[in-house]
């Protein structure tokens, strides 16, 4: 479903001196012009307020978000991957962490005689943050906690929430991840690696700005009003130009917007999972 509630914001600038549509793209436009529509067409972040529980819904904007961190400063975030030993449980898993945490982590895999790392979420972005906190405030999704976006544990690059923790935590321990969080038994944190939160923010306005060039806003990495509007009407199934690196290509930037499966196919529940809010 594309929802186009976008569409008004463009007629906010026109004044009563404005000449007709007609006259304004005479010799404008072609046949083949694409039409005048905005490229934050979508379904709006906001929708899943009410409507979901899972922020699968919003993993093709997501991906789009990592993958504009890493252009920002490559080796930020790097994927990994399921395994023998590695298992991704519910929709929602958003695979991504600092090099040194996924080196641990792997390490860890290695480590347990066979058993499987249960992962129930790793990286998440100030979007699906903004939804986790909306349902806390709203009593939705059986959330008993949530951090406000760009606060989260999780968007640093170096948390992962382990569903079977009980199996793990010594074998975690003993290769760098803390389970560091009282009352939060899912959490770990990679404390050597670099906590990069915010990188999430800078990456989706740099996004927004790339998309909707007419409405900018502050690219600084901080979440204020400016960047919580835009999320909100943000695209869950991406923007229309992805991530973009000067130096280099990066091969998931540019099937995210059009590639990833509607957001009402990713229909697990987050209060299913054992899956932190901090
Ligand atoms: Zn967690």
């Given at each position: 479903?594309?929802?186009?509630?976008?569409?008004?914001?463009?007629?906010?600038?026109?004044?009563?001196?404005?000449?007709?549509?007609?006259?304004?793209?005479?010799?404008?436009?072609?046949?083949?012009?694409?039409?005048?529509?905005?490229?934050?067409?979508?379904?709006?972040?906001?929708?899943?307020?009410?409507?979901?529980?899972?922020?699968?819904?919003?993993?093709?904007?997501?991906?789009?978000?990592?993958?504009?961190?890493?252009?920002?400063?490559?080796?930020?975030?790097?994927?990994?991957?399921?395994?023998?030993?590695?298992?991704?449980?519910?929709?929602?898993?958003?695979?991504?962490?600092?090099?040194?945490?996924?080196?641990?982590?792997?390490?860890?895999?290695?480590?347990?005689?066979?058993?499987?790392?249960?992962?129930?979420?790793?990286f998440r972005t100030v979007v699906q943050q903004y939804l986790l906190r909306r349902w806390f405030e709203l009593k939705r999704c059986g959330i008993t906690a949530a951090a406000a976006p760009g606060k989260s544990n999780h968007e640093s690059g170096r948390a992962l929430d382990i569903s079977n923790y009980s199996a793990w935590v010594t074998t975690f321990g003993a290769n760098g991840w803390a389970h560091d969080v009282p009352g939060d038994p899912v959490h770990f944190?990679?404390?050597?690696?670099?906590?990069?939160?915010?990188?999430?923010?800078?990456?989706?306005?740099?996004?927004?700005?790339?998309?909707?060039?007419?409405?900018?806003?502050?690219?600084?990495?901080?979440?204020?009003?400016?960047?919580?509007?835009?999320?909100?009407?943000?695209?869950?199934?991406?923007?229309?130009?992805?991530?973009?690196?000067?130096?280099?290509?990066?091969?998931?930037?540019?099937?995210?917007?059009?590639?990833?499966?509607?957001?009402?196919?990713?229909?697990?529940?987050?209060?299913?999972?054992?899956?932190?809010?901090?």
């Open positions: 479903m594309r929802v186009l509630a976008i569409l008004g914001i463009l007629a906010a600038g026109c004044d009563a001196g404005t000449p007709p549509p007609a006259e304004v793209d005479a010799g404008l436009a072609g046949p083949d012009a694409p039409v005048d529509l905005p490229s934050i067409a979508g379904t709006p972040v906001a929708s899943f307020e009410t409507t979901s529980c899972s922020t699968g819904d919003v993993l093709p904007l997501s991906r789009q978000i990592a993958a504009e961190v890493d252009c920002i400063n490559p080796g930020q975030l790097v994927v990994f991957e399921e395994s023998a030993t590695i298992a991704f449980v519910g929709a929602a898993v958003l695979p991504y962490l600092g090099l040194d945490a996924r080196t641990d982590l792997y390490a860890a895999a290695a480590a347990g005689n066979g058993k499987v790392i249960e992962v129930t979420s790793a944190d990679h404390l050597a690696s670099p906590d990069i939160r915010g990188a999430d923010i800078l990456a989706f306005q740099r996004l927004w700005n790339r998309n909707a060039p007419d409405e900018p806003i502050n690219e600084d990495g901080s979440y204020g009003a400016m960047t919580e509007a835009a999320i909100q009407r943000a695209p869950a199934e991406g923007f229309g130009i992805g991530a973009l690196c000067a130096a280099r290509s990066l091969p998931q930037s540019s099937t995210d917007a059009s590639g990833a499966a509607s957001a009402s196919e990713n229909a697990v529940d987050s209060s299913t999972f054992p899956m932190c809010g901090s």
